[in-house]
Structure formats: C-alpha cells, structure tokens
C-alpha cells in the first residue's frame, strides 16, 4: 500500500519541537512492505486542515496523521476530517468509555472531548493512557506523542492491512564522476526500467565518502531493481568509471 504523511502542529513548523514521526513511519511501513509516497508538515489551521483531508478523501489516499487530537483549542485535526467527509463529530461510545475508566468525572468538561469522532469512526486503541485514535475512509489519526502513535500506527498496519512485498534498494557510488556526462545513460534507464525508482545525488564529498562523487540508488521491485542496477554497472563501466 501506498500512504501519505501529516504530521501536524504548529511547534513543528515554528521549530519548538524537533519532527520524529517521519523517520518512524518510514521504518514501520517498509517493514511490512509498504510504501511512503508523500509527507506533509501542517498547521494547528482547522481550514488547512480540512482542504488537506478534502483532497485525500477524493484521491481515496491511505494517510497517516500524527498530531492535533487533543481536547484543546489549538487542536483542529478530528474535526477538519469530520468536515473534510461531511459527517457530523460525535461522541464515540467506546472512546468515550476508555476515558472514563481512566479518569473518572474529571474527565468533564474538557478530556472526554478527545472521545469525539466523525460519525461512522472506528477507535484505534491507544496502549499507553487509552485515549483513543480513530480511522475514517484510509484515513488514521494518531496523537502527536510519538511514544503512543508509533504502538497505535503498528496496530493499525497490523490489524487493517497485509503485508506486501518489501521494495529492493541498490546504491552504487561512483568516484569523480558528472551528472551532465551521463545524462544519458540516465534517460535510458528511467525509459526501460519504468517500475525503478531512480535518483543521482552528487557530493562533494563527506566523512564516510571523500572526495566529489555521485551517487545512484536504484529502488523498486527485485527483479526490476537488478536488472537495472545490471545496466548501470556495465553502462558505467563501457565509460571508464569505476563504482563502489
């Protein structure tokens, strides 16, 4: 499957808090055979937010939200989907039942807002305080703590979706060589090999790699991945270039 990534809040984009979200995303999906195929940083906006939604709803995207489930005024991200889905927010029985168990009547008149969903939500379970998440259409939302939406998000992956098959990742490295002297070479594989993602990154030079370089990672299904990384070698070799 293939998803997106918000990661939400406005201590992100204004630098008070550093983004761990997208890392660990990145790692939960690929080890279950899934794909991360964009990522977006979003304000505490509640119009933002619902145009972001709007448009993934009719892509029918599979998104990851971490962030903005709270019960306070700067959270927006439950009802912007609710907007977003034209569907009433509503409180979830269950969500609601979770949060009682943990706090009682103090959980009146602010925490049990966090028990409000867009009609027709299904709780993603929260094992660290039971405050639920929810999933509406492919779209799961999860707290902005990175110790309770990294648990939640591997339930979800677990229990709503199979595993695929890991993409392939080959990289070589290729010593003093120039992206304008093998242009070429690059347009016929990205013609050829249409299921390979491919990227050239130049370097100067750096602590594990000295001295000016590119570098080609190849990714994508194995058998197209080797073939192509195949025609590189020789492609690279035919010009003189030694690889690493």
């Not at 080890?31 to 993934?56: I, M, N, S």
């Amino acid at each position: 499957m293939q998803f997106q990534l918000f990661i939400i809040g406005d201590e992100i984009l204004e630098g008070r808090r550093q983004d761990r979200h997208f890392p660990a995303v990145l790692e939960r999906l690929g080890a279950r055979g899934h794909q991360l195929v964009q990522a977006h940083y979003l304000p505490d906006d509640r119009e933002v937010l619902t145009a972001a939604f709007t448009l993934t709803l009719q892509q029918g995207a599979h998104v990851i939200s971490c962030g903005g489930i709270g019960a306070t005024p700067d959270d927006h991200t439950r009802q912007a989907l609710a907007l977003a889905a034209n569907l009433a927010l509503e409180l979830h029985g269950g969500a609601a039942e979770l949060i009682l168990a943990r706090h009682g009547q103090a959980a009146y008149p602010h925490r049990i807002h966090m028990a409000e969903f867009p009609l027709g939500a299904q709780l993603i379970p929260n094992p660290v305080n039971q405050i639920a998440g929810c999933s509406l259409r492919h779209h799961h939302l999860l707290p902005g703590f990175p110790e309770m939406a990294w648990p939640m998000l591997e339930w979800v992956l677990d229990t709503h979706y199979q595993p695929g098959t890991p993409l392939a990742r080959r990289s070589l490295l290729v010593p003093d060589a120039r992206e304008g002297d093998l242009i070429g070479e690059m347009e016929h594989l990205v013609t050829a090999y249409r299921r390979v993602r491919f990227s050239c990154l130049p370097s100067f030079g750096n602590a594990r790699h000295p001295g000016p370089h590119l570098e080609f990672t190849l990714s994508g299904p194995q058998a197209d991945v080797d073939a192509a990384f195949g025609f590189l070698q020789a492609a690279l070799a035919t010009r003189g270039y030694a690889v690493q």
